[in-house]
């Protein structure tokens, strides 16, 4: 399906999702979150898809925040209703099946780092700046920060930049567990592809129910959470991926698996 503000390429297994405002730095606005959230339900449902990539058009920005210019004129319902919005396309992506990967290549500011904090993994490009600076402009973080930050790095880290509004480097980011790791901007999308394809090449059911026993555990007690991954773990074993991987890994000789995802 064709987007205003989206481009979505497809490179074998694997999915890579543009913001596509570039004169805007990308900047998301409630078209531009709506396009989101159905194009990543369209690729959630795509059984050809094993993993995605989320990054921004251009080589200035990933996604530079919440258009400013969109905002100014909200009543506070409004406000809260365009808040809901992005909360819901970033939890979204947070949980649905498929990993996604954020290429962190330019600007991450205010909903830009929001929207990468609810991907599974953040890649930065060496150019990439981080920060959450809506004080600065008199309102608060609104897609989910003041919950995923505390969350991703400590609180105090995470008050320290939602108060200050201050923007943190791509080192700065990786010295406090923002992201995963920083690369050079030439080799950003490459490193991406590549984590994506060996993520793809493992078994879909197994990455499906790690990610949902690591969403769900991590809002519960240990108890609680450990009996998450026992049931997941217990399912696994009536799905025919795990009969393939393990009849894979002990044929003679060991043979690749071919995993369909059932």
Known sequence: MAWNNILVEFEEEIAVVSINRPEALNALDNETLSELGAAMAELGSNQDVKAIIL????????????????????????????????????????????????????????????????????????????????????????????????????????????FTGDIYNAQDALRIGLVNKVVPPGELMDVCKKMAKRIASMGPVGIRFTKEAINQGQNMDLEKALNIEADLFGMTFSTADQTEGMSAFLAKPKRKAEFKGE
């Open 55 to 162: 990054t921004g058009a251009g080589d200035k920005a990933f996604v530079a925040g919440a258009d400013i210019a969109y905002m100014l004129p909200l009543t506070a319902l409004q406000g809260k209703e365009f808040s809901r919005l992005g909360q819901t396309v970033f939890s979204q992506i947070e949980n649905m099946p498929k990993p996604v990967i954020a290429a962190v290549n330019g600007f991450a500011l205010g909903g830009g780092c929001e929207l990468a904090m609810a991907c599974d993994i953040r890649i930065a490009s060496e150019k990439a700046k981080f920060g959450q600076p809506e004080v600065s402009l008199g309102i608060i973080a609104g897609f989910g920060a003041t919950q995923r930050l505390a969350r991703l790095v400590n609180p105090g880290i995470a008050k320290e930049m939602l």
